[in-house]
């Protein structure tokens, strides 16, 4: 890819998801489910896709397992949206960038780098800056993106040093995990004179990102209930709409607990029980689902069903039903 072309990149407008791994129970990659998954992701009005994420269990896949699973959800996805997927995990950053290298290889739109790996929690925004600088300038033209992941811990990256390293025209992705709305506005207004998408992942402040100007949302509630994340992106400044939205977004708030207790467990069985072929099987150690989060989940399952009803939301999961996804 030249430069003029990467500088041209830039990813949609709406929902990018946070992609599960679906695993036999065998604890091997259920490739055929991912491929269904995909098509779920898709059937739902995904903008694009991000694959090999935390929610995609990204820390307990191998090299090689990374490599193959961003593979299959290009290959499936084929050209239907762009897909990112995550390239950096630890190490000197002339390795990293090597890792960046062989996961575009796979076909991804943009390579998304983990804040947190790129320096130490004790390490000035300096170094950060630094580093990040280096492993722009050692892979190429390839598109980057910025992911707040939680794990190792969460390096929050300010407008003020995104607005240093903005200005390389190779940063479209950002999914922001930062919950202060007055920061997130920072980030879009440094951003808005370049080819650079904002996604939130805290729902708590879904409509008033997407008011503030964010590209989109990158949440883990959409692997739960992914046509009401659709809908808000598209629907969020519908002025005939907007009791419906304020209904929606007091939802995505009340809801929030009850979404990150064991998760992504809680996502596979909450797809499960909506009528998706999906094994619970989780790799990574993120508690028990119990009784008691099961029932939660039924609940919670039951109001998607009574809020998609009343504000006329079509149900992805009654196509799948219907006609099962190739």
């Known amino acids: 890819m030249s430069s003029e072309t990467s500088s041209s990149v830039s990813l949609p407008q709406g929902y990018i998801p ?12 259920d490739y055929d489910g991912l491929k ?6 898709l059937e739902a009005g995904a903008a694009g896709l991000f694959a090999n994420c935390l929610s995609s269990e990204m820390y307990e896949l191998t090299v090689e397992e990374r490599l193959a699973v961003t593979r299959t959800v290009v290959e499936h996805t084929a050209g239907r949206v762009p897909v990112v997927a995550t390239g950096t995990f630890g190490g000197p950053i002339p390795e990293q960038a090597e890792f960046v290298k062989r996961i575009y290889d796979t076909g991804v739109q943009a390579v998304i780098v983990i804040t947190g790996l790129i320096a130490d929690e004790d390490e000035s925004d300096e170094v950060f800056i630094e580093r990040a600088k280096e492993l722009i300038s050692l892979t190429s033209d390839i598109p980057l993106g910025f992911y707040e992941c939680p794990v190792p811990y969460k390096r929050l990256i300010s407008s003020e040093v995104l607005a ?3 200005p390389s025209n190779r940063i479209v992705y950002h999914k922001d995990t930062c919950l202060d709305i007055d920061e997130v506005i920072r980030r879009i207004e440094v951003g808005k004179h370049y080819r650079f998408g904002l996604y939130d992942a805290y729902m708590v402040n879904a409509v008033a990102s997407l008011e503030a100007g964010a590209a989109g949302l990158s949440c883990i509630q959409g692997n739960l209930y992914p046509e009401l994340i659709v809908w808000i992106c598209e629907n969020y400044n519908n002025a005939e709409r907007q009791e419906d939205v304020e209904t929606l977004q007091k939802f995505f708030v009340d809801s929030m607990d009850i979404v990150h207790s064991a998760y992504p467990t809680i996502a596979k069985y909450c797809l499960q029980k909506r009528g998706f072929p999906i094994s619970i099987y989780t790799r990574r150690d993120v508690g028990e689902l119990t009784g008691d989060l099961q029932e939660r989940a039924n609940q919670l399952l039951d109001e998607v069903d009574r809020l998609q009803a009343e504000l006329r939301i079509p149900s992805v999961f009654k196509k ?3 006609a099962p996804l190739k």
């Open 164 to 166: 240093e390293l903005l």
């Open 18 to 29: 946070v992609m599960l791994t679906p695993f036999l129970e065998t604890g091997e990659v």
């Open 320 to 322: 799948i039903l219907e």
């Open 36 to 41: 269904a998954l995909t098509d779920l992701y």
